[in-house]
């Protein structure tokens, strides 16, 4: 496997955690809060996103290294 495929797959992961963080802060009620978890959720989703592009960026593909 590629290591942009990789990196496609971490971005894919964050975009997910970030969904089920923005489900969770919404479907909050008073009878059944979702705090920690709902930020928690956007917290990985952010890191995960942010790490994913980060590591398209910096990682060069080996053929360009040589």
Known sequence: MKNSMVYY???ALGVIA???GVYL????TP??????????A????AVLLIGGVVGMFV???KAATK
């Open 9 to 11: 797959a971490v971005i």
């Open 59 to 61: 990682m060069k593909p």
């Open 42 to 45: 956007l917290g990985v989703g």
């Open 18 to 20: 970030l969904a089920a």
């Open 31 to 40: 009878a059944n809060p979702h705090h920690i978890s709902s930020y928690a």
């Open 25 to 28: 802060l919404v479907s909050a």
